[in-house]
């Protein structure tokens, strides 16, 4: 054989060697290739895994963040609308002294007073409703003084002589009285009306 066929064959056979060790190697990186992105697919999942409980955590935070601050929109507005309800009333009563039937009230606020106090008794009232308290008094056989002592939407306050005993019976104290304790009373109307869209 000559050394030329030798060097052919060993050529061949080198080459065979090499193809077969190239392809080992390629088989070799393919499955490292294989397994570092499965290891990889398990870090990033174990990576999830563990961040979920975080994940959930701060949604949960924020959805209940997001509820807490509806619940405060939806109070201020129900406030508002309940001071608007109430401011509405207010203009009504400081103009109650014009209205035609003033009179039928400050007899009736005049008249729970002296049955509150009894007489001896000393009202004041707005210097406006002056001529009307001594209408509504004049003639009894009472002990009832009568003073021009302050500015009122209308109403009478009553004291005892002796100073003891006051009823304040004004538009504005009954007012207060009303509203304390009706404000629950029109939140849970609004509510009903929000609720059954009313």
Do not use: C
């Amino acid at each position: 054989m000559p050394l030329e066929h030798i060097l052919a064959v060993l050529e061949e056979e080198f080459e065979a060697q090499a193809k077969a060790v190239e392809a080992e190697a390629a088989a070799e990186v393919e499955q490292l290739l294989q397994q570092a992105e499965a290891d990889a697919d398990r870090i990033r999942q174990q990576q999830l895994d563990a961040i979920q409980p975080r994940i959930q955590a701060e949604q949960s935070r924020r959805i209940n963040a997001a509820r807490m601050d509806a619940q405060r929109t939806l109070l201020e507005m129900k406030s508002a609308l309940v001071e608007a309800v109430f401011d509405a009333a207010r203009g009504q009563l400081k103009q109650a002294r014009p209205r035609p039937h003033y009179g039928e009230v400050l007899s009736v606020l005049v008249e729970e007073v002296l049955a509150e106090l009894g007489t001896p008794a000393r009202l004041e009232i707005d210097k406006r409703d002056l001529a009307l308290v001594v209408r509504l008094v004049d003639g009894r056989n009472d002990d009832i003084v009568v003073e021009n002592a302050f500015e009122t939407w209308g109403g009478v306050i009553g004291h005892s002589l002796d100073g003891l005993i006051t009823v304040d019976n004004t538009l504005e104290a009954r007012f207060a009285r009303v509203q304390e304790q009706f404000r629950g009373e029109i939140v849970a109307l609004l509510e009903d009306e929000a609720l059954h869209g009313g």
